[in-house]
């Protein structure tokens, strides 16, 4: 069982917009804004999508956009589109003893 | 442009220790800013982080994992390496190396990463 909990599957059409949440708790999510999300297709390595919380980095597309409110972040892609077709996962600081968890991840379905 | 690649044997057998290699180009493994990490994904689950180690040879462990994982570094060779004792078909999975980014506190980004190598614990 992961320590963050996300959807198990999302699904949308292209040019929709879909939200993912990761919930985790005031020792984790809550209490460090340094949650990040990553893009993983069949097959390849995870890619970084979006670090502390809601930072793009160079190259990613502003389709991709993330938040947090409490013990809750998301990620949110705005005009699907098919290639947005993956698994996403996010991940957390979980402070000095446990350092680092993942969520068990999305499965993003593009109808 | 930074590049990771793992490398090592992709079938351990049970009981035995499981020894992974990431060799890093297009950058220094001793670069003061980041540091280098391990993580690994059982077929088709999620992602577990393993533990990071700084060049200078400090390491931080997954706490479930602690007592069987070392991570070291060879600077000589731009390389950092994961040992993984006592395997058991539970360990069967992709094992990723990559840059973990320590900012603002605490652990932050894993990036990039190595591509991933397969390793399979079995007689």
């Known amino acids: 069982q992961s320590a963050l909990t996300q959807p198990a599957s999302v699904s949308g059409s292209p040019g929709q917009s879909i939200t993912i949440s990761c919930t985790g708790t005031s020792s984790d999510v809550g209490s460090y804004n340094l949650v990040s999300w990553y893009q993983q297709h069949p097959g390849k390595a995870p890619k970084l999508m979006i670090y502390?919380?809601?930072k793009r980095p160079s190259g990613v597309s502003n389709r991709f956009s993330g938040s947090k409110s409490g013990n809750t972040a998301s990620l949110t892609i705005s005009g699907l589109q098919a290639e947005d077709e993956a698994d996403y996962y996010c991940c957390s600081y979980a402070g000095s003893s446990t350092h680092v968890v993942f969520g068990g991840g999305t499965k993003l379905t593009v109808l | 442009q930074l590049q990771l690649q793992e490398s090592g044997p992709g079938l351990v057998k049970p009981s035995e220790t499981l020894s992974l290699t990431c060799t890093v180009s297009g950058g220094s493994i001793s670069s003061s800013s980041y540091y280098w990490g391990w993580i690994r994904q059982p077929p088709g689950k999620g992602l577990e982080w393993i533990g990071s180690m700084y060049y200078s040879g400090s390491t931080y462990y997954n706490p479930s994992l602690k007592s069987r994982v070392t991570i070291t570094v060879d600077t000589s060779k731009n390389q950092f390496s994961l040992k993984l004792s006592s395997v058991t078909a539970a360990d069967t999975a992709v094992y990723y190396c990559?840059?973990?980014?320590?900012?603002?506190?605490?652990?932050?980004?894993?990036?990039?990463w190595g591509q991933g190598t397969l390793v399979t614990v079995s007689s």
């Open positions: 502390e919380v809601s």
């Open positions: 990559a840059r973990h980014i320590f900012r603002g506190g605490g652990w932050n980004w894993f990036d990039p």
